[in-house]
């Protein structure tokens, strides 16, 4: 089995190839290193099942490969606002450079798609045909629209080519090895708390998310591509949702720190509320996502204490 992993050295693709190389996959891992950390993925160097690739998947490029998981794309809004078009561009010309490789190949392909494709939604939870309130010319619509371009595509070459396409809609997710300088609220509050400087909360902290720990999102990434024909997206997230402010609280107290919060405008086209349904991956792949935010969160508090260079003593 040979597998072409896009975005491999990003926060969720670099799970993504441990977790492929350890079930004996040949990895293909693909990155052009615009928002990837080469960190993440220098333990896989040496390596003989793993072979990296930089390249920006915006320019066309083949392959000889069984799987495509098509995960390359700047996706912090702090990235992707940085460098829209580059970003529409990943979604929209890199989704069809793949496409074509799967169509090539006679590949399956699985696209990495996100909640954000619900914008700010009036539905909660949200389930799989919920069809979203997205603003077609808003801040994060590079990002949005983007994603939605790529599912359209997958399911267009599905019904023309006969693509063998998985589409896995992605909440927010968290854990080891998220970018210090991505601008994540849990990468931030964490960084933050370990420094004991103020915590940022956008607007009153009573927006709400659900948050995902990376070994469950990873389990139902790779189940949705290895279960036969499951055509349309399916959500993957952990349906305990949070507040913004109950969570600045939690990571306080397990970080036991000393940190003040302080509230700062709130990003415009911020979502109020974000929740899955995810009834359709628990009947249809058998997944339930089983880390607990508080066990998650200290993992991921233990990572950031390796990494960050100027936290208190
Ligand atoms: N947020 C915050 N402080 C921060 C970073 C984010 O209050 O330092 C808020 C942000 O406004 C949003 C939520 O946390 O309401 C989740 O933000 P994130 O960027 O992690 O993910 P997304 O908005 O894409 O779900």
């Known amino acids: 089995m040979i597998v072409l992993v896009t975005g491999a050295a990003g926060f969720i693709g670099s799970h993504l190839c441990d977790e492929l190389l350890k079930k004996g996959y040949n990895v293909i891992g693909l990155d052009d290193f615009c928002t990837g950390n080469k960190d993440n993925i220098?333990?896989?160097?040496?390596?003989?099942?793993?072979?990296?690739?930089?390249?920006?998947?915006?320019?066309?490029?083949?392959?000889?490969?069984?799987?495509?998981?098509?995960?390359?794309c700047p996706a912090s809004p702090d990235y992707y606002l940085f460098n829209p078009v580059k970003t529409i561009k990943a979604s929209v010309i890199g989704t069809i450079n793949v496409l074509e490789i799967a169509k090539q190949e006679n590949a399956r392909i699985l696209q990495a798609s996100t909640s954000e494709v619900y914008g700010d939604p009036e539905k909660h939870p949200q389930k799989e045909d919920y069809l979203g309130r997205v603003n077609t010319v808003g801040p994060r619509s590079c990002y949005d629209e983007g994603k939605r371009v790529a599912e359209s595509l997958m399911i267009?070459?599905?019904?023309?080519?006969?693509?063998?396409?998985?589409?896995?809609?992605?909440?927010?997710?968290?854990?080891p090895r998220m970018a210090t300088n991505d601008g994540r609220v849990i990468s931030n509050f964490i960084c933050q708390a370990l420094k004991d400087e103020s915590i940022t909360i956008y607007g009153n902290g009573e927006q709400t998310r659900s948050f995902c720990y990376i070994s469950d999102l990873i389990t139902g990434i790779i189940k949705i591509m290895e279960q036969r024909e499951i055509i349309g997206p399916i959500n993957l997230g952990k349906p305990d949702e949070i507040s913004v402010i109950e969570l600045a609280h939690m990571i306080l107290e397990l970080t036991n720190s000393k940190s003040k919060i302080v509230f700062e405008e709130r990003p415009e086209g911020d979502p109020m509320r974000r929740k899955p349904d995810i009834s359709f991956a628990k009947e249809r792949i058998n997944w339930n996502p089983v880390v607990d935010l508080k066990e998650g969160l200290k993992r991921t508090i233990q990572y950031f204490e390796n990494i960050l260079p100027n936290k208190k003593e």
Do not use: M
Request: no cysteine.
């Open 42 to 72: 220098t333990h896989l160097i040496n390596n003989n099942l793993f072979k990296l690739v930089k390249h920006d998947i915006i320019q066309p490029i083949s392959f000889q490969v069984d799987q495509i998981y098509n995960l390359a």
């Open 156 to 175: 267009n070459y599905h019904k023309q080519y006969k693509v063998d396409i998985r589409i896995a809609r992605i909440f927010n997710t968290y854990g």
